[in-house]
Structure formats: structure tokens, C-alpha cells
Antibody
Framework: EVQLQQSGPELEKPGASVKISCKASGYSFTGYNMNWVKQSNGKSLEWIGNIDPYYGGTSYNQKFKGKATLTVDKSSSTAYMQLKSLTSEDSAVYYC?????????????WGQGTSVTVSS | DIVLTQSPATLSVTPGDSVSLSCRASQSISNNLHWYQQKSHESPRLLIKYASQSISGIPSRFSGSGSGTDFTLSINSVETEDFGMYFCQQSNSWPHTFGAGTKLELK
């Protein structure tokens, strides 16, 4: 069974950084891209970017360049997203979601979401 | 960036009704359009990919159609478990973008 298990909720102060994890199981980690999606206030969804765990290559939404950094640890089948210089605008739920590497970009499995709250 | 416009914003229906949700792209995206359902306090779930391809485990009452700029998600005979938000997403060009969603609610 495919599962994406994300790390727990985070409470951070403005200006801090946070690193969220997404541990994959039930499939070949390097055979699929990992995407990250932001949802603010239960509203719509924003695609942050994705990473190819096999090569480590990344694609970012220009809006999140400089804000988000995507990495993977192939040895533990875990994807990470670091968010830096946090502001209240970064308070949201963040999801990891699997998609194909080349010809299938639909996100077929999602993590449970990680809530990030930025508050002084 | 490609803008996806979903309509209506809210759809109030009675179980048993059949409904159509619309997603319109700001430019042609071929068939690179996917539909997701999100229930309250849950993660999104993929319903339909590439405009009309069915997904294993998704009830057959969900179907998709369209290409180019106009797409439709149809639900044949809505059930109570179907109430929630529906989002479309394009993967034709970077960045991949989502629509603002349609809320399917009980009338």
C-alpha cells in the first residue's frame, strides 16, 4: 500500500525556517516525482514544486523560488521541504503528493498534510 | 501562468441529482487536466486524470470530458459522501496550477 507520512504540525516565529518531511512507503521511491502543494486557510491549492528523487532534479513555481527548497534522502525514502524567512503568509497546510516522472503528472497519492503556523 | 476558472463556486444539490462542474483554462492545455476531490479536514484525492481517464478505486459515477480550454467533471447521481470541494489542476505547462474550486453542498 502506497503511503506518504508527513511530519507533525509546526509553530514557528517570523524569520525562522522550518523543514517538513514526507516518508514514502509501498512503492519505489525513485520511480516517481514528489510534489509539494500549499493550501492556505482551507482554500485553493498552490503547486510549490517537485523533485525527481532518482536524479535530484527540481522544478519550482517561480513564486516559491527562494522560499522553498526541496531535497530527498533516497536511503530513507524521505522527501523534505524547507521553508525559510517565514512570515504570516507562510501559515498554511503543506502536502506532499506523488506523481509520475515523465508522462503522468497527475498526483495520485497525497500525504496527510503538515500544518505550519507562523506567529510571534 | 495558466489560470483555471471553475464554475459554479458553489453547487447545492440533493442526493440523486446528476451534476456537472466546469473548469475553463486561460489557454489551450490539450487534455492535461486532472480533477481532485477534497472533503473537510482530508487530503485531496485524485478522481480523474488527463481529462477523462478513470482512476482505480474511484466510483464509476464520476466521469470527465473536454479538451483544449473547456473541461467538465460529471457526477451521475450524487451520493452524500460526494459533498465537499472539487479542484481542477493543469499539468500542461509550468507552474502547474489549480482552479479555485467548486463546493458541492447539500441543498
Amino acid at each position: 500500500e502506497v503511503q506518504l507520512q508527513q511530519s507533525g504540525p509546526e509553530l514557528e516565529k517570523p524569520g525562522a525556517s522550518v523543514k517538513i518531511s514526507c516518508k514514502a512507503s509501498g512503492y519505489s521511491f525513485t520511480g516517481y516525482n514528489m510534489n509539494w502543494v500549499k493550501q492556505s486557510n482551507g482554500k485553493s491549492l498552490e503547486w510549490i514544486g517537485n523533485i525527481d528523487p532518482y536524479y535530484g532534479g527540481t522544478s519550482y513555481n517561480q513564486k516559491f523560488k527562494g522560499k522553498a527548497t526541496l531535497t530527498v534522502d533516497k536511503s530513507s525514502s524521505t522527501a523534505y521541504m524547507q521553508l525559510k524567512s517565514l512570515t504570516s503568509e507562510d501559515s498554511a497546510v503543506y502536502y506532499c503528493a506523488r506523481s509520475g516522472r515523465y508522462d503522468d503528472y497527475a498526483m495520485d497519492y497525497w500525504g496527510q498534510g503538515t500544518s505550519v503556523t507562523v506567529s510571534s | 501562468d495558466i489560470v483555471l476558472t471553475q464554475s459554479p463556486a458553489t453547487l447545492s444539490v440533493t442526493p440523486g441529482d446528476s451534476v456537472s462542474l466546469s473548469c475553463r483554462a486561460s489557454q489551450s492545455i490539450s487534455n492535461n487536466l486532472h480533477w481532485y476531490q477534497q472533503k473537510s479536514h482530508e487530503s485531496p484525492r485524485l478522481l480523474i486524470k488527463y481529462a477523462s481517464q478513470s482512476i482505480s478505486g474511484i466510483p464509476s459515477r464520476f466521469s470527465g470530458s473536454g479538451s483544449g480550454t473547456d473541461f467538465t467533471l460529471s457526477i451521475n447521481s450524487v451520493e452524500t459522501e460526494d459533498f465537499g470541494m472539487y479542484f481542477c489542476q493543469q499539468s500542461n505547462s509550468w507552474p502547474h496550477t489549480f482552479g479555485a474550486g467548486t463546493k458541492l453542498e447539500l441543498k
